[in-house]
């Protein structure tokens, strides 16, 4: 913080970036500098590792919007959230509030997790630029000299770089030259790349705002960029969830929690086939899509096991979806447009698919044209 290195000027207001930051003791005495003067903290992620809260720094959280509302506004892109193998980190000690970071640099650098950032890229991004979050300084390094091995323009920053070699080759990736980025703790925030296409967790962590300083990298739209791209590396998907979920925001303090069991999952996958499938075992997600667990999907599962039903006992698969309709209309709840887009898709892949005609009488009767 440079103003701490400074004369303090005098102020009415007091405006704090990166607010999450604020309970370090650089930025609360900044509360007994300024006694009278009133205080806006902004961030992306309020909330700490240690899940301590901000209520005695701020009185009110104000909430710009959810995820969701900023991509349908075009303020940010949507993302595909791919799964590659999931670490085992059960034996991984906890130190200040996150894994300890020699034991999983070790971990992270076992021969198959390794083989598999690089599989991830070529199979899921090849050619896009790409920043990957490494554990520490030789796994990033270590990750560099995989990525170079087939071929792929890599570089490794980190906070030791020379600030010269540091600008020279974060313009390098601006300008496309470097592909793979792999950094350790200097990208995470305040780092504007709108075109950086796709971001690789290879670091696991505890930390929820890390996790989502990491994802938003790639977030930012930019021209020709529709998308955007997390290789999911690490398991973060299993501690936190979906990257680009909406979530509810407080200012009072969490419990720290354990890592999540798996019937805690909150995301649902998308296979090769485009067919949404429950998640259960993280051995059973690599190379699947996720998307959030939302009551659309849920009800999406039921449509699923009575398609199941339908093409074992050599029925049509149109029976599935009047079977469906007619359980949704039984429980009072009604069809959307995202169960008629899935559905309709799901049986145009099928023999015996409904025409298109079909789909738009049943839009038009439900009013969801």
């Not at 909430?63 to 940010?76: C, D, M, P, R, W």
């Not at 890599?154 to 592909?179: S, Y």
């Not at 980025?181 to 990208?187: K, M």
């Amino acid at each position: 913080m440079r103003l701490s290195k400074r004369d303090y000027p005098q102020a009415d207001i007091v405006i704090i970036d990166e607010c999450h930051h604020a309970k370090a003791a650089t930025y609360k005495k900044l509360w007994d500098i300024y006694p009278e003067a009133r205080f806006l903290g902004v961030t992306a992620t309020p909330i700490r590792m240690n899940g301590e809260g901000f209520s005695d720094l701020f009185d009110t959280l104000i909430s710009t919007g959810q995820l969701s509302e900023f991509v349908k506004a075009g303020y940010l892109v949507k993302v595909r959230h791919i799964v590659g193998i999931t670490p085992d980190l059960s034996s991984i000690k906890i130190k200040m509030n996150d894994y300890a970071q020699d034991e999983l640099g070790e971990l992270m650098q076992n021969e198959n997790l390794m083989a598999d950032l690089v599989e991830s890229y070529q199979r899921k991004a090849n050619g896009k630029k790409i920043i990957v979050f490494a554990v520490n300084i030789e796994h990033s390094k270590q990750i560099v000299e995989n990525y170079r091995r087939t071929g792929i323009q890599a570089e490794h920053i980190d906070a030791n770089t020379p600030k010269k070699e540091r600008e020279h080759l974060l313009q390098l990736f601006r300008e496309g030259r470097i592909k793979v980025l792999s950094n350790v703790d200097i990208v995470s925030e305040g780092f504007d790349v709108p075109d950086c296409e796709a971001v690789q967790l290879a670091r696991p962590t505890q930390s929820l705002g890390l996790y989502l300083q990491q994802v938003g990298r790639c977030m930012r739209p930019a021209e020709n960029k529709s998308e955007g791209i997390i290789l999911d590396n690490a398991g973060l998907w299993l501690e936190h969830g979906f990257c680009q979920q909406d979530r509810v925001w407080t200012l009072e303090g969490k419990k720290k929690r354990k890592r999540r069991k798996n019937n805690e999952i909150t995301v649902a996958a998308i296979n090769q086939d485009e067919i949404i499938r429950k998640v259960h075992l993280p051995e059973e997600m690599k190379g699947m899509e996720l998307i959030e667990l939302t009551k659309e999907i849920k009800e999406l599962f039921l449509f699923e096991s009575y398609l199941s039903i339908a093409l074992s006992n050599r029925h049509k698969p149109i029976s599935a979806y009047y079977r469906f309709t007619e359980h949704m209309e039984n429980t009072n709840n009604c069809l959307t447009m995202i169960h008629i887009r899935y559905i309709q898709k799901r049986l145009s892949k099928l023999p015996n698919a409904p025409k298109e005609g079909m789909w738009y009488h049943e839009k038009n009767k439900r009013n969801l044209i």
